[in-house]
């Protein structure tokens, strides 16, 4: 027997396990201060009510004989698919329902993508970044390069035509950094990797945070991306899915590599390693595509945002540069006084008993930023606003 030694260069803890013990850590020895929390990316309201309705309902269909479930297709059923493509036509985007793969969050599809590349391919990802890109190719031996995000590029780097990748990833509304490309931006991307014979995998999974209709909330809504991207959603931070967990994503059929569609690749691989979303799931999930699933659900994220301007106003008033807040969950900004990230984490912890999360958990140019998350009640969140405020 031997192990994947590629393993063997992960970093030894996970960004948010090393997080939660100096957490743990700390409300052990201070147990009567209150921890405000804005550092995981968990979403705290509950599900909304149309969903709620269309769980219970499915649930009592599989206690009885005739509406009972067994194995579903493994690529999704048809009503939710159906209400997915009917959600970007609403966008103006043309979807067929077999582009359209059922999973159970972006990132789990995010991590299984990478089973019908080869391990020689080239791999690009911004600097800083979601961590889950960087180990997954880790994990299977890929080179990776990076592109870097910094405060020069509004934390959106452009293609260099001196680097040569083969898969892309991409992520707009940006995790950690909240900053989203604008149709020109994603353009130039989708150009480069036309005439690099790459593959963009787009993480779209905070899409329903974007407000300016001026912004693409989808890759395919750039000319020429169906030849060169896939799309990766999750209903997690839409509608607060985290722990139900469903999400999809839409391979397009005009993809192909070497005459072979990717679409009936990534089916194949569907159908060999994937059992499939629960229909009580995809009945959830297909009410959050209804006219009231999508009402309801905007007033959680409209609660959300109001909560990522309460955090920006209070940079802005310290004057600290910031990106996100606004098409965004996520509020990324400089450290104060120039620390570096995971002393300011220590520093925010210690006096404020706030959590946030270390720019440099998400790569070298996060070094001496910080990212704080709306993900939290509102009481909570004018309380770090407040003690944001009170740090000298």
């Known amino acids: 027997m031997k192990i994947n030694e590629n393993y063997r260069n992960l ?3 996970y960004l948010f396990a090393t997080i ?3 957490v743990k850590e700390y409300k052990a020895a201070h147990p009567e201060k209150e921890i405000i929390r804005l550092g995981i990316g968990d979403v705290t309201l509950p599900l909304a ?26 690529q999704g059923y048809p009503f939710l698919k159906e209400a997915i493509r009917g959600y970007y036509g609403a966008k103006g985007v043309s979807a067929d329902v077999s582009e359209i793969f059922i999973g159970d969050g972006a990132k789990s599809d995010l991590s299984n993508i990478l089973d019908i590349f080869g391990t020689d391919n080239a791999v690009l990802v911004p600097n ?11 994990m299977d031996g890929r ?7 910094s405060k020069e590029n509004g934390f959106l780097p452009l293609p260099d035509k001196n680097v040569k990748a083969d898969i892309i990833y991409l992520c707009s509304p940006n995790n950690p950094t909240g900053a989203v490309y604008g149709r020109e931006g994603l353009k130039l991307w989708v150009d480069y990797a036309l005439k690099n014979k790459a593959v963009i995998l787009f993480d779209a999974a905070y899409e329903c945070f974007i407000s300016d209709k001026n912004l693409p909330a989808s890759i395919f ?20 899915f985290t722990g139900v967990r469903c999400g999809y994503t839409v391979v397009p059929n005009e993809l192909i590599s070497n005459g072979i569609k990717l679409n009936a690749l990534w089916r194949r691989r569907q159908a060999t390693k994937f059992n499939g979303v629960s229909y009580i799931v995809q009945r959830g999930a297909e009410a959050v595509f209804s006219k009231e699933g999508l009402a309801e659900i905007r007033e959680n994220i409209k609660y959300y945002m109001n909560n990522a301007g309460l955090i920006g106003a209070a940079l802005n008033k310290k004057g600290v540069y910031y990106t996100g807040g606004i098409n965004s969950p ?8 120039k620390m570096e990230s995971w002393a300011f984490f220590d520093y925010l912890l210690e006096n404020f008993a706030l959590v946030g999360t270390p720019g440099a958990g998400f790569g070298e140019a996060g070094k001496n930023f910080f990212r704080l998350t709306a993900f939290n009640s509102l009481e909570n969140t004018k309380l770090a606003a407040d003690r944001l405020l009170n740090i000298k």
Do not use: H
């Open 330 to 337: 996520y509020i990324w900004f400089e450290c104060f006084d």
């Open 49 to 74: 009510k149309s969903v709620v309705a269309a769980l219970k309902k499915a649930s009592g269909e599989m206690g009885e004989k005739e509406t009972f479930r067994g194995y579903d297709d493994e």
């Open 20 to 22: 939660a013990k100096k």
């Open 128 to 138: 800083p970044v979601y961590p889950v890109y960087v180990d997954t190719n880790v």
């Open 221 to 240: 809504e750039i000319e020429g991306a169906r030849e060169c991207a896939i799309e990766f959603c999750s209903l997690s931070k839409t509608a607060g």
């Open 143 to 149: 080179k990776i390069s990076y592109m870097n995000a």
């Open 11 to 13: 970093n030894e803890n």
